[in-house]
């Protein structure tokens, strides 16, 4: 099956510093890949949608300055979170699809982000 | 916004008793998708099922869609422990869109 995978699995980094996270597809191309964050006991939050080679977009109410969002590739999409603040301490998860006319969606197995 | 409500919010069995959750929805939908989430992991995808469908089978997992309620039911026949988990139900409006999440049931099975 499709995998994909997430880069760290958990971080912790100090307030007001920037984070990447990486999500890549493993075994296929993502024409199109998902940002979703979570926070604990919630469901997941869709943050961004991403088409390789175009800019990523952000569900209302999420800051694109702050969360910036790189599909460069059709294996690897990055999240960077830029002057992270305790309140940016989540779960981030993406997915990826293989193209526009399917629905599978394939999950990472999120990365756990600590701001102190 | 999440247009999904499931309930229970948590449901605690024991093993080998059957386990239903239910989800319920605003919009019109394309399909519907039940996922399942380990506490601290990534999802794992279950079962979809469409708008024109009205139940589907996959192991120990049935599923059913009333489109006319706008609602969804996930049964787990024969619990196990390893059941464990949060269950999610999905919709797309239109298929490989966005996915709307639920808010998730978190089920519990005791041994």
């Known amino acids: 099956g499709a995998v994909v995978s997430q880069h760290p699995s958990w971080v912790i980094c100090k307030s007001g510093t920037s984070v990447k996270i990486e999500c890549r597809s493993l075994d296929f191309q993502a024409t199109t890949m998902f940002w979703y964050r979570q926070f604990p006991k919630q469901s997941l939050m869709l943050m961004a949608t991403?088409?390789?080679?175009?800019?990523?977009?952000?569900e209302q109410g999420v800051e694109k300055d702050k969360f910036l969002i790189n599909h460069a590739s059709l294996t690897l999409s990055t999240l960077t979170v830029t002057s992270a603040h305790p309140e940016d301490s989540s779960f981030y998860i993406c997915?990826?699809?293989?193209?526009?006319?399917?629905?599978?969606?394939?999950f990472g197995p999120g990365t756990r982000l600590t701001v102190t | 916004s999440q247009q999904g409500e499931e309930d229970p919010q948590a449901l605690s069995i024991q093993e080998g008793e059957n386990a239903t959750m239910n989800c319920s929805y605003k919009?019109?939908?394309?399909?519907l998708q039940w996922y399942r989430q380990n506490s601290g992991r990534g999802l794992v995808h279950l079962i979809l099922i469409r708008s024109n469908e009205r139940e589907k089978h996959s192991g120990r997992l049935r599923v059913t869609l009333d489109t006319s309620k706008k609602s969804s039911s996930l049964l787990i026949t024969a619990s196990r422990a390893a059941d464990t988990a949060s269950y999610f139900c999905a919709t797309d409006a239109t298929s490989g869109s966005r996915l709307t999440f639920g808010e998730g049931t978190q089920l519990t099975v005791n041994p």
């Open positions: 919009t019109s939908i394309n399909n």
């Open positions: 991403s088409n390789e080679g175009s800019k990523a977009t952000y």
């Open positions: 997915s990826a699809r293989a193209g526009s006319a399917t629905y599978e969606q394939y």
